[in-house]
Nanobody, 118 residues
């Protein structure tokens, strides 16, 4: 069984920064892709950023230039550095991973709340 455990959420003022972490554990052969999604209140879940095991990244338009995704493959951990935060970044942030166990499956973390005050 694979688990994703997130940490680092909280309350921050607009213009501030936060760093989210997500560590994968369990019987894992490889993790081809890790990502962060978010779900603002009353809205659908959306992609924030994605990173492959080779380091290729993809960002949602609303966070480009402000958020940076990175990962440490040896630690099976992905990070999201968030800067210049805006009230509209308020959401529950979810970690996502495509994991080979050896079959390829998608897993989600439990979510961590990020609240940005004006």
């Amino acid at each position: 069984q694979v688990q994703l455990v997130e940490s680092g959420g909280g309350l921050v003022q607009a213009g501030g920064s936060l760093r989210l972490s997500c560590a994968a554990s369990g019987t894992i052969f490889s993790i081809p892709s890790m990502a962060w999604y978010r779900q603002p209140p009353g809205k659908q879940r959306e992609l924030v950023a994605q990173i492959t095991s080779g380091g290729s990244t993809n960002y949602g338009d609303s966070v480009k230039g402000r958020f940076t995704i990175s990962r440490e493959n040896a630690k099976k951990t992905v990070y999201l550095q968030m800067t210049s935060l805006k009230p509209e970044d308020t959401a529950v942030y979810y970690c996502n991973a495509q994991v080979r166990t050896p079959s390829l499956n998608q897993y989600w973390g439990q979510g961590t709340q990020v609240t940005v005050s004006a």
